[in-house]
């Protein structure tokens, strides 16, 4: 079997707030849009990963804001970016946006040699990761 793509759907309270979130970063990571309704629902792509913002009403899952003390923030979504100056770009397009991130961007030795990432929190506390990984893990 070959898996073509792959798509995730994050539960939001309010779509059209959540787009201050997740303009930028979209923008910075190269996704375009790949259908809306403009009103409650959206997805996202860079041609291999879709990310869809929903709204739900009435909500379904309501998470507790990381503290940033945690050592793993479990339930987050990660990506792998090429280099260490992509995860930068989403870092600075972040700030720019006015985005505090969670975790700064930096090498994190604690997940293995030469991992460097940034991580973000977004106003329902789903968690988004972007990182590059300079030398393999065993």
Known sequence: MEIKSVHICLEVADYKK???FYG???????????WTDEKSYGGYTNGTTTIFIGEAKPRRVVRKRPTGEEFVVVDHVGFSVG??????????????AG????FRAREYPEFGPGFY????CD???NVIEFGHRSQPTR
């Open 18 to 20: 959540s787009l201050e």
């Open 83 to 96: 280099d260490r100056a992509d995860v930068d770009a989403i870092a600075a397009a972040m700030a720019a």
């Open 123 to 125: 106003a329902d506390n």
């Open 99 to 102: 985005v505090t991130p969670l």
């Open 117 to 120: 990432a940034v991580t973000f």
């Open 24 to 34: 930028p970063l979209f923008k910075a990571a190269k996704f375009a849009v790949s």
